[in-house]
């Protein structure tokens, strides 16, 4: 597809309020601000001037182009300050334990009587309202818990559970929060009102094995049961995947090894076993080179390091240098979602924590003076650029 030559972004004009830490939250309101939501993360301030944390919570990645206020809602005068906010705002994006925040008088039922059009999307590890809603959860929790890590050492054949080395469950869940956000905001053109959205990482862990889930669900015994699996094969230098997927991809693989008239085996054991024999006697670039002749699918095991620097990512843009408060310029993996006639690169770096501090109490009316107060008391914090 043609870059857009538009600066325009989908989601100028939305307000975002962001209440989130770690990665699912923050995973989201990246997204949002890739969009061109002008999102304000809320953090605590400095216990120190020196306390030597000044970039905003989390990996940068995951704050590229917000605003970062450090603020302590556990104050009475800084639960002012985000209840201002939050009255203005379209979307509250949190991820705390399920009741902190009504019980400090923000929760879905508090604000929507002042502000009835807000998205109020909470993250958690088990809903808001269920049984298993007290329990703390991380990713790692789901990717246990949902079936994540067994069907990955089943695809594996190993005896051994293993971990992944991403947290999926926490990806998962900021991704389906973003979708959700945006239908309750199209949802709210047709209805003029917001709406709470739940999302939980064991459901979006779940939902990832909804395709595996169904001979399970059959009641196929977890002895017979194997996942699909797509294998690797080795070659004299590395290894290659090859994936048959269809016959006439059959076809294709078998000729590129001088194989064209072998008819593909009934058993896919026997056909893996038959390309892993092909590709074990020739180096990664000659197996991919066949293949690629050949037309056929594969793919080249690569380190992220490797991926990074991938000549397709670079056609795509997929990796963008982008201002960095610290490190001045910092190199970044954009948003994937390319659109025609509208921009989602990056609206700017990851901010320090508190660095819009000023800037957005003075937008939401408070003067010069009271500004200086709740710096004062350690009610907000602010860091200027250097």
Same mark, same amino acid.
């Given at each position: 597809?043609? *870059?857009?030559?538009?600066?325009?972004?989908?989601?100028? !004009?939305?307000?975002?309020?962001?209440?989130?830490?770690?990665?699912?939250?923050?995973?989201?309101?990246?997204?949002?601000?890739?969009?061109g939501?002008?999102?304000?993360?809320?953090?605590?301030?400095?216990?120190?001037?020196?306390?030597?944390?000044p970039?905003t919570?989390?990996?940068?990645?995951?704050?590229?182009?917000? *605003?970062?206020?450090?603020l302590d809602?556990?104050?009475?005068?800084?639960?002012?300050?985000?209840r201002?906010?939050?009255? =203005?705002a379209?979307?509250l994006?949190?991820?705390?334990?399920?009741?902190?925040?009504p019980?400090?008088?923000?929760?879905?039922?508090?604000?929507?009587?002042?502000?009835? !059009?807000?998205v109020?999307?909470?993250? $958690?590890?088990?809903g808001?309202?269920t049984?298993?809603?007290?329990?703390r959860?991380?990713?790692a929790?789901?990717?246990?818990?949902a079936?994540?890590?067994?069907? +990955?050492?089943?695809?594996?054949?190993?005896?051994?559970?293993?971990?992944?080395?991403?947290?999926?469950?926490?990806?998962?869940?900021?991704?389906?929060?973003?979708?959700?956000?945006?239908?309750?905001?199209?949802?709210?053109?047709?209805?003029?009102?917001? +709406?709470?959205?739940? %999302?939980? &990482?064991?459901?979006?862990?779940l939902?990832?094995?909804?395709?595996?889930?169904?001979?399970?669900?059959?009641?196929?015994s977890?002895?017979?049961?194997?996942?699909?699996?797509?294998g &690797?094969?080795?070659?004299?230098? /590395?290894?290659?995947?090859?994936?048959?997927?269809?016959?006439?991809?059959?076809?294709?693989?078998?000729?590129a090894?001088?194989?064209?008239?072998?008819?593909?085996?009934?058993?896919? =054991?026997?056909?893996? +076993?038959?390309?892993? *024999?092909?590709?074990?006697?020739?180096?990664?670039?000659?197996?991919? &080179?066949l293949l690629?002749k050949? /037309?056929?699918?594969?793919?080249?095991?690569?380190?992220?390091?490797?991926?990074?620097?991938?000549?397709?990512?670079?056609?795509?843009?997929?990796?963008?240098?982008?201002?960095?408060? %610290?490190?001045?310029?910092?190199q970044?993996?954009? $948003?994937?979602?390319?659109?025609?006639?509208?921009?989602?690169?990056?609206?700017?770096?990851?901010?320090?924590?508190g660095?819009?501090?000023?800037?957005?109490?003075?937008?939401?009316?408070?003067?010069?003076?009271?500004?200086?107060?709740?710096?004062?008391?350690?009610v907000?914090?602010?860091?200027?650029?250097?």
């Amino acid at each position: 597809m043609t *870059k857009p030559t538009s600066v325009r972004r989908i989601l100028a !004009g939305i307000r975002v309020v962001d209440l989130t830490q770690f990665v699912a939250g923050p995973y989201s309101s990246r997204m949002l601000a890739d969009l061109g939501a002008d999102v304000v993360r809320i953090e605590p301030p400095a216990r120190s001037p020196m306390e030597g944390h000044p970039r905003t919570e989390g990996s940068p990645s995951l704050n590229l182009g917000k *605003k970062s206020i450090s603020l302590d809602i556990k104050h009475a005068g800084g639960l002012e300050v985000a209840r201002r906010l939050i009255d =203005r705002a379209d979307v509250l994006l949190e991820n705390y334990r399920p009741g902190v925040l009504p019980r400090l008088g923000i929760g879905y039922e508090d604000v929507s009587r002042t502000n009835p !059009g807000i998205v109020y999307a909470s993250i $958690s590890g088990f809903g808001q309202d269920t049984s298993y809603s007290h329990r703390r959860a991380f990713g790692a929790t789901a990717q246990a818990e949902a079936g994540w890590i067994w069907v +990955q050492q089943m695809a594996q054949g190993g005896q051994t559970p293993f971990t992944v080395g991403v947290s999926l469950a926490d990806m998962l869940a900021g991704m389906h929060a973003f979708s959700a956000i945006l239908a309750a905001l199209y949802d709210r053109v047709n209805t003029g009102r917001g +709406q709470r959205i739940d %999302i939980s &990482l064991m459901d979006s862990q779940l939902a990832l094995l909804s395709e595996v889930s169904s001979e399970p669900l059959r009641g196929q015994s977890d002895r017979a049961w194997q996942p699909f699996r797509h294998g &690797l094969q080795e070659a004299k230098d /590395g290894y290659i995947s090859v994936n048959i997927g269809v016959a006439h991809n059959w076809c294709r693989i078998a000729a590129a090894f001088g194989h064209a008239d072998l008819p593909m085996p009934a058993d896919p =054991r026997e056909a893996s +076993q038959l390309i892993s *024999k092909w590709v074990s006697a020739h180096s990664v670039e000659e197996a991919a &080179l066949l293949l690629e002749k050949a /037309g056929a699918p594969y793919g080249v095991v690569k380190s992220m390091y490797e991926a990074l620097a991938h000549p397709y990512f670079a056609e795509r843009g997929m990796i963008v240098e982008v201002p960095d408060p %610290i490190d001045h310029t910092a190199q970044f993996v954009r $948003s994937p979602l390319f659109f025609s006639e509208a921009s989602s690169a990056p609206m700017g770096g990851p901010p320090l924590a508190g660095q819009h501090t000023r800037d957005v109490l003075a937008d939401l009316g408070y003067d010069a003076d009271r500004i200086e107060e709740l710096l004062r008391m350690g009610v907000a914090s602010h860091q200027a650029l250097e």
